[in-house]
């Protein structure tokens, strides 16, 4: 939930509206892949509800790996995360144009608000106020999920947080101003999206 409340918390509610209606409600059923490891991504993705897995191969250099792998024609994965309400998918692609370096696929039923990338870049070059604000946005999310990654490497499982310390996964003063007025319009965005 933390992404979309960030990259909302940055756009006017024009913005939100322009998204809604630019964007397609789809509905994925478990086991279909939302985005594939090594493509290009055609849209920007919101996760309003359901739950979809971030995977990504695993290179092995075991010969005997190898030969399975090339004989069953499928390829190793670890799993990274799980996705699930409120999260924001195919952001990078707006940064590069490098093919995506994860698979996303649905654990669940889940539904997307798509934003195809031909109607965002087009509205990015015609609307300069859209697009301060949107790469604002998605620099605060890039930047969130940066220093959510660095966290899971500093601290171990079951050790405590220092109460008295400012851990890098802490939201930033000036951005959680923004996060109630974020917080409603997400359920207004779910609530037109889901009323389609």
Known sequence: MRAVLL????LSDSDIDWMITAGSREE??????????????????????????VS?????????????TALEGETPTRELAKLSSGEVVGEMSFVDTRPHSTTVQAVENSLV???????????????????????RALT???????????????YSKGQPLDKDLEYEDEIAPDVLS?????????????????SE
């Open 7 to 10: 990259l909302l918390g940055e």
């Open 28 to 53: 994925i059923a478990p086991g279909t892949t939302l985005i594939q490891e090594g493509e290009k991504v055609d849209a920007l993705y919101v996760v309003l509800t359901g739950k979809l897995a």
């Open 56 to 68: 990504i191969s695993q290179a092995n250099d075991d010969p005997l790996s190898r030969v399975y």
């Open 113 to 135: 608000l798509s934003i195809p990338r031909s109607l965002l870049m087009a509205k990015l070059q015609q609307d300069c106020g859209f697009a301060i604000r949107f790469y």
């Open 140 to 154: 605060i999310v890039l930047a969130d999920k940066l220093r959510s990654t660095f966290s899971r490497f500093k």
């Open 178 to 194: 923004h996060l109630t007025l974020a917080g409603a319009r997400f359920d207004w965005l779910l609530q037109q999206v889901q």
